[in-house]
C-alpha cells in the first residue's frame, strides 16, 4: 500500500486526469437517463477535477506576469462549449489538456528526480571518532576540516577526504556515473556520497559540507533546470502574443461569419469556440523545455553536467574546441624517463642534493622529480636553503658550491647544450621536459620527464575531428614539445608558449577564424578563457574556480564525454524543430478545416491536443540512457 501511495502522492495528475476520464465516461453512457441536470454536473466535476490545477497555474502566471498563456485559452474553449451546449466536448478537451499538462509535469519531474536521486546518496550521518579513540555519531553537515571518521562497509562516505588507513573499493556512481567500483588505498581521495563496497576505511576531512563535489553537483543540477535555452525563451516571449492574436482572431470569427457568409449565432459561436482551441499553441508552448530537460537529466546519469539548456543548445554551434594541455589532455603529473649524468660524477650525492633540493618546491616537475628519485636517496640531506626562482628553477648554496635545478636557460644555454649535444633535440622532439643541474657553474646532469596523454584523449579527438569540429592545444610548453603531444593525439594544431594571461586572446582569436569556439580547461588560469569561450567545459576533478565559471562540467574527466554531448546537443535541437515544426502544421491544418466547417469540437480537441501529447513524448525520447546517442 506505502508504495501505492508513493506513485499516487509523486503522479498526482494522472491521477485527477483518471478521474476526470472516467467521469466522462459516466455521463457520456448515463447522461440520458439522469437528466440534463446531473449530467452538467458530472461533466462540471469532470472539468474541475482535470482541469484545476493547470487553470490554477494559468490564473496565476497571467496575475504575475502580466502576460496571457495557453491555459487562460483552453479554460475559455471550455467554457465556451459548455454555454453553447457541447458539455462533452468540453469535458474532452479539459481531459485531453490535463494529459498532456500531466506528461509535462512528469517530464520535468523526471529530471528533478535526477537530483532526488543524488540526495538519496547524500549521507546525513557519519562515525566521527575522538583523540581518545571513541566514536560518536555526528550530522555529516557538522563536519570540520581535518576530523577523522570511520567509514564501514556498505555506508556512503560522508564528506569528501583522503584514506588515512585502510583500502576498499568504492562505487562512485553518484559522482561520474561509472558503475565499476574504484579500488582507493591509503592517500585516494574519496568523495561524499559515494559507497564503500567492501572494508572499513579511515579517512581525513578535507572539505567543509557545503563545498563538496556532491553538493556542488546538486546545485549544478538544480541551476541547470531553471535556465531554459534560447528555442524555449523566444517560444515563452512568442506565446503572450500569439494568444493576444488568437483571442483577436475568435473575436472576429464570433461575428464575421454570421454577417458575410449567413451562418447561424450558434454556428458561428461554435466554429469560434474551435478556432479557439485548434489554434491554441499548447504542442508549440510544450515543443522544447520537456525535451530540454531530459536532454540535461540524460546528461548527469552520464556524468555530464549542463548549467542551464542555453549552453546544452549552444554546443551544437562549436565549429572549434580548444584544450589546456596540463590536467585536461594530460594527466598533469609527469613520469621521469631519461637521466643522465657527468661522466664519472658522484651520481648518489647529485640524487641527494637534487631531492633535497625539490623537496622545498611547488612545481609539479620538481614534484615528480622527487617521487621519482625518493627511493635512491641515500642520505637526507636537510640543511640546504633553497632560493625559489620564479619561471626558472631553484637553486642553494651547499658544501660550498652554488647549485642550480631548472631551465637550460638558468644554468647557461651554452653548458646546457654543450652537455646535453644531441641529447636534447632527441629528447624535446618526444615532447619531454628537460630539467637541468648544475653546481659550481657546470652542467653534471640532466632530467628529462614527460606528462603523459589521458587514454581517452586520442578516442575524443577522433570522434571530434569526424564531426567536423577543430581541436586545438593551448598549452605553455615549447613548440617541439607542444608538437610531440599534437602527433600524438592527432589534434590540428598546437598555439605553443601561451602564457596563461594569453589564453583568452587566443580564444578571441580562434572565435574571429571560427566563430563559436568551446574551451576545456581545469585550472585557476583556465577559469578567464572558459568565460570567454561560446561553451566553457571545465573537468570535474579541476579546481573550484574553473567548474563555477564553465558552462559544462565532466564530472569523471571523460573527455569522451565531450563527443556524447555534442551528439546529445544536435538531437535537443533536431527533436525541438521537429516538435516545432510538427506543431505549426497542426495548427495552420485544424485552423484551415475549421474555416471550411470540415471539422467538429472533438476531433478539433482530439487534434490539437494529440499533437500536443505527441510532441512531449518525442521529446522523452532524450531520456533514454544511450551511450553512443
Not at 111 to 140: T, W
Not at 291 to 302: K, M, V
Not at 522 to 543: F, K, Q, R, W
Not at 547 to 562: G, R, Y
Amino acid at each position: 500500500m506505502s508504495v501505492v501511495r508513493h506513485w499516487m502522492e509523486r503522479n498526482w495528475q494522472f491521477v485527477t486526469t483518471g478521474i476526470s476520464g472516467i467521469l466522462i465516461v459516466i455521463g457520456w453512457i448515463f447522461g440520458s437517463e439522469v437528466g440534463e441536470v446531473w449530467t452538467a454536473v458530472i461533466f462540471l466535476s469532470a472539468f474541475i477535477i482535470g482541469g484545476f490545477e493547470q487553470a490554477k497555474e494559468g490564473i496565476l502566471a497571467t496575475i504575475k506576469t502580466k502576460k496571457l498563456n495557453v491555459e487562460l485559452l483552453m479554460i475559455l474553449a471550455a467554457t465556451g462549449a459548455s454555454i453553447i451546449g457541447y458539455w462533452f466536448e468540453g469535458a474532452i478537451l479539459i481531459f485531453i489538456f490535463s494529459v498532456s499538462g500531466a506528461l509535462e509535469t512528469y517530464t520535468t519531474n523526471k529530471s528533478k528526480r535526477e537530483i532526488s536521486k543524488l540526495m538519496a546518496f547524500q549521507p546525513e550521518s557519519a562515525s566521527r571518532i575522538l583523540p581518545n579513540g571513541d566514536i560518536e555519531e555526528v550530522a555529516a553537515k557538522d563536519l570540520r576540516m581535518d576530523d577523522i571518521v570511520i567509514v564501514r562497509p556498505g555506508e556512503s562516505v560522508p564528506i569528501d577526504g583522503v584514506i588515512v588507513r585502510g583500502s576498499t573499493t568504492l562505487n562512485e556512481a553518484a559522482i561520474n556515473g561509472e558503475s565499476v567500483p574504484a579500488m582507493k588505498t591509503v592517500g585516494a581521495d574519496v568523495f561524499g556520497g559515494t559507497v564503500n563496497v567492501s572494508s572499513a576505511i579511515t579517512v581525513k576531512v578535507t572539505q567543509t559540507f557545503e563545498n563538496t563535489i556532491f553538493s556542488k553537483i546538486i546545485r549544478l543540477v538544480e541551476t541547470a533546470q531553471n535556465e531554459p535555452s534560447k528555442t524555449a525563451r523566444f517560444i515563452e516571449r512568442f506565446e503572450d502574443l500569439y494568444v493576444k492574436a488568437v483571442l483577436l482572431f475568435v473575436l472576429v470569427m464570433m461575428f464575421l461569419p454570421h454577417f458575410a457568409l449567413g451562418w447561424s449565432w450558434n454556428e458561428t459561436f461554435y466554429r469560434a469556440m474551435v478556432l479557439l482551441t485548434v489554434a491554441s499553441p499548447c504542442a508549440l508552448v510544450a515543443s522544447v523545455t520537456p525535451a530540454t530537460l531530459a536532454a540535461i537529466s540524460n546528461g548527469a546519469r552520464h556524468g555530464i553536467l549542463f548549467k542551464g539548456g542555453v549552453h546544452l543548445e549552444n554546443l551544437r554551434g562549436i565549429k572549434a574546441i580548444a584544450f589546456d594541455k596540463t590536467g585536461t589532455l594530460t594527466n598533469g603529473t609527469p613520469r621521469l624517463t631519461d637521466q643522465l649524468f657527468k661522466a664519472n660524477s658522484d651520481e648518489k650525492r647529485i640524487i641527494n642534493v637534487v631531492v633535497a633540493m625539490e623537496r622545498q618546491s611547488l612545481h609539479p616537475l620538481a614534484s615528480a622529480l622527487t617521487k621519482e628519485l625518493e627511493s635512491e636517496v641515500t642520505d637526507k640531506l636537510m640543511e640546504i636553503d633553497v632560493t625559489d626562482v620564479p619561471g626558472w628553477g631553484v637553486k642553494a648554496n651547499y658544501d660550498g658550491e652554488i647549485w642550480q635545478i631548472g631551465k637550460a636557460g638558468f644554468v647557461g644555454e651554452d653548458a646546457a647544450k654543450q652537455f646535453s649535444g644531441e641529447a636534447f633535440e632527441k629528447l624535446a622532439s618526444e615532447g619531454k621536459t628537460i630539467v637541468y643541474v648544475a653546481a659550481a657553474g657546470e652542467v653534471i646532469a640532466m632530467f628529462a620527464l614527460k606528462d603523459t596523454c589521458r587514454p581517452e584523449a586520442i578516442q575524443a579527438i577522433t570522434a571530434l575531428k569526424a564531426k567536423g569540429i577543430k581541436t586545438i592545444m593551448v598549452t605553455g610548453d615549447n613548440e617541439q614539445t607542444g608538437a610531440a603531444i599534437q602527433t600524438e593525439l592527432g589534434m590540428d594544431y598546437v598555439v605553443a608558449g601561451c602564457l596563461p594571461e594569453k589564453k583568452v586572446d587566443v580564444i578571441k582569436d580562434l572565435s574571429a577564424t571560427y566563430g563559436n569556439v568551446a574551451m576545456i580547461g581545469d585550472g585557476i588560469n583556465d577559469a578567464p578563457a572558459l568565460a570567454h569561450a561560446a561553451v566553457g567545459i571545465a573537468m570535474g576533478e579541476g579546481t573550484d574556480i574553473a567548474m563555477e565559471t564553465a558552462d559544462v562540467v565532466l564530472m569523471k574527466n571523460d573527455l569522451e564525454k565531450i563527443a556524447y554531448a555534442y551528439t546529445l546537443s544536435e538531437r535537443l535541437h533536431w527533436i525541438s524543430w521537429q516538435n516545432i515544426c510538427f506543431a505549426i502544421a497542426v495548427i495552420i491544418t485544424l485552423i484551415i478545416a475549421n474555416v471550411f466547417q470540415l471539422i467538429n469540437l472533438p476531433f478539433g480537441v482530439v487534434g490539437h491536443e494529440g499533437s500536443t501529447i505527441l510532441v512531449i513524448l518525442n521529446g522523452l525520447r532524450l531520456l533514454k540512457t544511450n551511450r553512443k546517442l
